[in-house]
């Protein structure tokens, strides 16, 4: 059974920062690109980070430079550290793991940033 489980949301104040993980089991982790994807009140679910099975990134262009995506197949953990927080950044962020037609979500974790 695969599962994917976020940790490390929270409270921030603007200008601050939050690390968020995603722990990967039950899957052959460094096949699969890792993607997180956010979704805010009432807006559609988006794309905020990607890393490849052999590591290249992208990014949105609204956290480019803020926002950084690794991961570690040793752990079978990806991971979002997130700077430079701004309140259009609040969102439940989800972890998703994706090989050909196969694709996998974690729960999601809150992030709310607000003074």
């Known amino acids: 059974q695969v599962q994917l489980v976020e940790s490390g949301g929270g409270l921030v104040q603007p200008g601050g920062s939050l690390r968020l993980s995603c722990a990967a089991s039950?899957?052959?982790?460094?096949?699969?690109?890792m993607r997180w994807y956010r979704q805010a009140p009432g807006k559609e679910r988006e794309v905020v980070a990607t890393?490849?099975?052999?590591?290249?990134?992208n990014y949105a262009d609204s956290v480019k430079g803020r926002f950084t995506i690794s991961r570690d197949n040793a752990k079978n953990t990806v991971i979002l550290q997130m700077n430079s927080l701004k309140a259009e950044d609040t969102a439940v962020y989800y972890c998703?793991?994706?090989?050909?037609?196969?694709?996998?979500w974690g729960k999601g974790t809150l992030v709310t940033v607000s003074s």
């Open positions: 039950g899957l052959p982790f460094s096949r699969y690109a």
């Open positions: 998703n793991a994706a090989l050909g037609a196969m694709t996998y």
């Open positions: 890393i490849g099975s052999f590591g290249s990134t």
